[in-house]
């Protein structure tokens, strides 16, 4: 069983940056697939990144998110550049897929989530 705990999260203006930390405990993770979701108000969660044979992003997040992590610290970043009032939502580390990386479906597990809102 795997533990997941974000951090990182805060209020900030259009412009800032963020980053984001979600630390693995009870198991190595380093064989799994991590990924980070965000879920705002009244929407479905959607895809940010992914990190695992290769890394990748949505769209709207390429070019300002980076996405990384250390085996040694068990932990998954994701770097937030430029952030825009769009990226306020809360924001969802998961781990060890099983299908689709952009679907949240296909992950075993979750965090509870870090709050990001953007302020313009």
């Known amino acids: 069983q795997v533990q997941l705990l974000e951090s990182g999260g805060g209020l900030v203006q259009a412009g800032a940056s963020l980053r984001l930390s979600c630390a693995a405990f009870?198991?190595?993770?380093?064989?799994?697939?991590c990924a980070w979701f965000r879920q705002a108000p009244g929407k479905e969660r959607e895809f940010v990144a992914f990190v695992g044979w290769r890394a990748d992003y949505a769209d709207s997040v390429n070019d300002r998110f980076t996405i990384s992590r250390d085996n040694d610290e068990n932990t998954v970043y994701l770097q937030m550049d430029n952030l825009k009032p769009g990226d306020t939502a809360v924001y969802y580390c998961?781990?060890?897929?099983?299908?689709?990386?952009?679907?949240?479906?296909?992950?075993?597990?979750w965090g509870r989530g870090t709050q990001v809102t953007v302020s313009s």
């Open positions: 998961a781990a060890d897929s099983s299908g689709t990386y952009r679907s949240p479906v296909h992950y075993k597990y």
């Open positions: 009870g198991r190595s993770f380093v064989r799994y697939n």
